[in-house]
């Protein structure tokens, strides 16, 4: 039986909820409302899951949502999608936006453009990132869709023999240089191209309108590519080039370096700073050898969480930094400065003006939107998910939703045991404080790092540690939640307990919850910004050159090509030759 409901609309819940059925007798608004309406008799989540025969009580949220949706708007909520309807699963995402006439304005475009599930997150997004106007989201979401666009080959010799000499002693990202500084500078204003210039030829690539354009240049193309070139050269040989080589790339054992004096997250001999992004293990690598040769700079939050967790001489040496986000850190030559990635508490992106004025970066592993974007020159960018497969097609809001109310069931019937990295763990403490009438129990580890947080903002309840008394009686009871940090494992026999690890490992694009059994879950909080986000990361940064991080991700030459395909960027992988000498 369903509280509230009559046998008839029982039957009615029933037949409409968990089928295929093209015909249902209930829509999806009257199936919100009948859940509504039994949920207010005192039906619980799991009761009506169980009898609607409903995977977990998730998907009730769904359908509660659509009453968020304007009255205006409920008539057209349909279970498929039709070309006067909107399809369950539309009309769920649309429910997100709090402004009735936002809700109208998506509703028109998905009806008029026939907007899927995947296209309506994507404005929705877009909106609450940016805060720009519904209409102007919709058609960035648009212009996204399939194009065919084609593309003029140009390929030319070089004529000089002379020239020729002086570009076979340069490196390829010197010629390209030349090439694109050259063109921009001696010839007429073009519509965008990409080029690449050898030592016998140079090749030309752009759309209709360029290669019309340079089949125009005086004298035609091949002679007057060759004017710039030598143009160019000569004042390269005069010491007012632009084309200084960007000096950015990865070194072997994965040390982010900016310039000839700076590294991120790793050590090489002879750079004077290191610069520590954040405190997960990926990108520790050498901390001992650069406290023993670099000055190492970091953010309050980093510094504090490193006292707490190696409890060593962090806050006694002298050549530990700690920079408060959004401020620089000036020496010599050379300037520093550390803004907010949002990846976890303490993160930072990294930005340093090197000798002559010029500007680089390290993104850190960061999540999107940011409030600040560094704006740089050159630009080493974390690659986690730089494949285009990695497009989540979920919220964020969805996954603390779910997980917030998968511990809330859970922990009614047995202790819930949660593991996950550092900042991921504190965001899900986050969510729960207030939500909890049963303690929450922790290592003296965890307990310090969340005093840490607690310091800079986090809203942390109390942590009950593990090997007190009070901790011992809540064991016995058997309703408390257990925390697990890193390198703190989870019982290998959790039988009487339900494990939710929080992690996107094994998850898929469009779900991110992973049911292992009825008492074992892994769940995809995000922390690091998506494939979609990644490039509009890149996008804000106004970087005209970028490196692929390829030492931590997996995703690099997938990501450099999108760079160049997406925003026309001059893009490569990050080189990494193998070395075994130490400190390279």
Same mark, same amino acid.
């Given at each position: ?151 003029? !080959? #140009?390929?030319?010799?070089? &004529?000089? $023999?002379? @020239?020729?000499?002086? /570009? ?7 010629? *390209? ?118 000055? !190492? #700079?970091?953010?309050?939050? &980093?510094? $504090?969480? @490193?006292?707490?967790? /190696? ?7 002298? *050549? ?265």
């Amino acid at each position: 039986m369903i509280s509230g409901l009559s046998p008839e609309a029982q039957s009615d819940l029933i037949l409409s909820v968990g089928t295929r059925r093209a015909r249902r007798r209930l829509s999806p608004i009257e199936v919100a409302q009948a859940i509504e309406t039994s949920l207010a008799s005192g039906s619980t989540s799991q009761e009506l899951a169980s009898v609607l025969h409903l995977e977990d009580p998730s998907m009730l949220m769904r359908f509660r949502r659509l009453l968020k949706l304007s009255p205006e708007i409920r008539h057209l909520v349909d279970w498929g999608q039709g070309q006067s309807c909107l399809s369950f699963t539309v009309a769920s995402q649309i429910a997100r936006l709090v402004s009735s006439k936002e809700q109208q304005e998506v509703t028109d475009a998905a009806l008029k453009h026939g907007l899927g599930k995947v296209e309506t997150i994507q404005i929705i997004q877009i909106r609450e990132r940016s805060g720009r106007p519904i209409a102007e989201c919709v058609q960035d979401v648009l212009r996204m869709r399939p194009q065919i666009e084609r593309r003029h !080959i #140009l390929i030319g010799a070089i &004529t000089s $023999e002379k @020239l020729r000499i002086a /570009l076979r002693q340069m490196t390829q990202q010197e010629r *390209n240089q030349l090439l694109k500084s050259a063109v921009t500078s001696y010839g007429p204003a073009l519509p965008p191209w990409e080029g690449r210039l050898g030592a016998e030829r140079f090749t030309l690539v752009g759309s209709d309108a360029f290669g019309a354009a340079v089949q125009r240049l005086p004298g035609g193309f091949e002679d007057a590519i060759n004017a710039y070139l030598e143009e160019g050269m000569s004042q390269r040989r005069g010491g007012v080039s632009n084309m200084t080589p960007v000096l950015i790339d990865v070194s072997a054992h994965g040390a982010i370096m900016l310039g000839d004096k700076v590294t991120c997250d790793g050590f090489v001999f002879g750079f004077p700073y290191r610069v520590q992004t954040h405190i997960h293990e990926d990108h520790m690598e050498s901390f001992n050898s650069s406290k023993g040769y670099q000055d !190492i #700079l970091m953010s309050e939050a &980093t510094k $504090e969480l @490193l006292i707490a967790e /190696l409890d060593a001489d962090i806050g006694y040496r002298t *050549n530990i930094h700690a920079i408060p986000l959004g401020s620089r850190y000036r020496s010599e030559d050379t300037e520093v400065e550390l803004l907010s990635s949002g990846h976890m508490v303490g993160s930072a992106q990294v930005a340093v003006t090197i000798s002559g004025g010029m500007k680089v970066g390290y993104s850190g592993d960061f999540n999107w939107p940011l409030e600040q974007v560094m704006e740089v020159e050159a630009l080493v960018v974390d690659s986690t998910y730089g494949s285009p497969n990695s497009r989540r097609e979920y919220s964020p809001e969805d996954v603390c939703d779910r997980f917030v109310d998968l511990v809330l069931e859970k922990v009614k019937t047995c202790p819930v045991l949660i593991k996950a990295h550092p900042g991921t763990l504190q965001r899900a403490l986050e969510l729960l404080n207030g939500k909890l009438a049963c303690p929450i129990l922790a290592s003296r580890r965890l307990a310090a790092e969340a005093e840490v947080y607690r310091r800079f903002g986090y809203s942390i309840g109390t942590l009950i540690i593990i090997d007190s008394t009070e901790a011992q009686l809540a064991m016995k009871e058997g309703r408390y939640i257990r925390l697990y940090g890193k390198r703190e494992i989870p019982p290998s026999d959790p039988s009487g307990n339900t494990v939710i690890v929080l992690s996107a490992y094994m998850t898929s694009p469009n779900e991110p919850l992973l049911e292992f059994s009825e008492r074992s879950y892994r769940i995809a909080m995000p922390s690091h910004a998506d494939f979609e986000g990644t490039l509009e990361y890149v996008k804000a940064t106004k970087a005209t050159e970028v490196v692929t991080d390829n030492s931590r991700g997996g995703h690099a030459i997938e990501l450099a090509v999108a760079l160049k395909r997406h925003l026309g960027i001059e893009a490569r992988p990050s080189s990494q030759a193998f070395s075994r000498v130490w400190g390279v």
